[in-house]
């Protein structure tokens, strides 16, 4: 069964990052003290009383504006209420009650959904403030009073959401999901793959670069399996990050690499491989993710005979570290070749998790041993004793020899590759770890 799912809305600036943070218990949503920070929805898992659930941060919604990126975000906020099974709508008690709350509230009414009111700033608990009775006018209910800075009466909220849930979503869905980060500098078309791939618009796709901010999770399902598609703020060069917001998503960029079993890395056709894509394919192969390199807005090329064949040898080159990822020409606006990513992110993903039994492994070991002699250096040769599978995600083997010094790099690049030529691991970097027998482990 699918989670609940909980989503936060209201007016800019109110506190709704906040109170998002402290019920996931970690800084997720980017808190800075400027309107509109939060411009996409923000997932996140949270649990109450023993209950699993879904936590949407939305942009804040402006009813009357006309501008094109408050207008999305607007947009994404009504998307978010319409999945939503139960919703909060969080106001400003020091504000007080403003038109927009006022509109606000009669879209949520139309909703037909459970709404809890929670005015929040309320930094003096005991008797309730008198400044609270005028949020009854919104016709919503009680407004629970809550400080999310000071995490004061945000429990009694959270009992009120949770006897709001749908009684059928109370259980936990056991089935395997897949977190697929789509990663890559800004303006690549990230948002518009997630967009093509879900069949709505649940990421803001503007020509602005940089407009995601944030990290967004996405749930998708379809005959492949199960996915979580994170669609990651781009990463700019180091010079160009001057806002705190822009070093947040950066860090947001690389928490969501983290926490992902499999990165697509999206590269513009248009402009090719360049320093800001190495960068960040680098970032998901020093975390030892499964890897795919998606090329897109390949439709917008002009093509000769064998301009694919260029474009992919060119890139084979120039990321001789990745070059176990395999590559695939996309549009994510025209849907080309969109639906291949499955297949290939499932067995990337399997291959990321693979494992060998020891006495497999020591077979493919000794067979390369016997095709090419260890090195030797100043009349030593190296030993290779034996192999065994440490973990997988990535695939680590430990390898235990007689001298650490005496297995040079490009020896142990050699049985590498002749692991990958025996067992596959297509799009999974492969990590050897090298002892010295009798050495204890870190």
């Known amino acids: 069964m699918s989670k609940p799912v909980v989503a936060i809305v209201g007016r800019p600036n109110v506190g709704k990052s906040t109170f998002f943070n402290y019920i996931v218990g970690q800084r997720i949503s980017i808190v800075e003290d400027t309107p509109g920070v939060t411009r996409d929805r923000v997932y996140a898992e949270a649990n109450w009383r023993g209950v699993d659930f879904t936590l949407i941060d939305t ?25 939503a099974d139960v919703i909060v709508f969080l106001t400003d008690i020091k504000q007080g009650v403003t038109a927009a709350d006022e509109e606000i509230a009669l879209m949520l009414k139309k909703s037909g959904k459970p709404v809890i009111l929670v005015c929040n700033k309320v930094d003096n608990f005991g008797e309730p403030p008198a400044d609270i009775y005028e949020f009854y006018n919104l016709g919503i209910g009680n407004p629970y009073p809550v400080s999310s800075t000071n995490a004061l009466g945000i429990g009694d909220v959270l009992d ?3 006897e709001k849930f749908p009684k059928e979503k109370m ?31 649940r990421a803001i796709v503007s020509n602005i670069a940089g407009t995601t901010r944030d990290a967004i999770d996405s749930e998708f399902e379809n005959e492949f399996g199960k996915y979580v598609f994170i669609d990651t703020a781009g990463i700019r060069r180091k010079s160009k990050v001057t ?22 890395a999206l590269i513009d056709a248009l402009e090719g491989l360049s320093e800001q894509d190495t960068k960040v394919i680098g970032e998901a192969h020093e975390a030892g993710k499964g890897l795919i390199i ?24 120039k990321l ?83 001298n650490k010094e005496l297995f040079h790099f490009s020896y142990q690049r050699y049985i590498i590759n002749c692991i990958r030529n025996n067992f596959g691991l297509e799009g999974t970097p492969v990590r050897l770890i090298i002892r010295e027998r009798g050495e204890k482990e870190d």
């Open 160 to 162: 009120a959401i949770y």
């Open 243 to 264: 806002e705190n917001i822009e070093k947040y998503s950066v860090m947001r960029t690389n928490l969501a690499i983290e926490r992902s079993d499999v990165c697509i």
């Open 171 to 201: 259980e936990k869905d056991e089935e395997e999901i897949i977190k697929v980060a789509i990663i890559g500098k800004p303006n690549v078309g990230k948002s518009s793959l997630v967009n093509r791939i879900l069949g709505e618009n």
């Open 59 to 83: 942009a804040g919604i402006e009813p009357e504006s006309e501008d094109i990126i408050i207008s999305q975000m607007r947009e994404q906020a009504n998307i978010a209420i319409n999945i």
């Open 320 to 402: 001789g570290f990745a070059s176990y990822a395999p590559i695939i020409f996309i549009s994510a606006k025209t849907g080309q070749r969109v639906n291949k990513l499955f297949e290939m992110i499932n067995n990337v993903a399997s291959q990321n998790a693979f494992r060998v039994s020891t006495s497999v492994l020591n077979e493919v070991i000794n067979q390369a041993i016997a095709v090419v002699q260890p090195p030797t250096d100043k009349g030593r040769r190296l030993r290779i004793y034996y192999g065994t599978q440490a973990t997988t995600k990535p695939p680590t083997f430990v390898i235990f020899v007689n």
């Open 294 to 317: 998606a090329v897109n807005k390949w439709d917008e090329v002009e093509k000769e005979t064998g301009t694919l064949e260029k474009f992919k040898k060119d890139l084979e080159n």
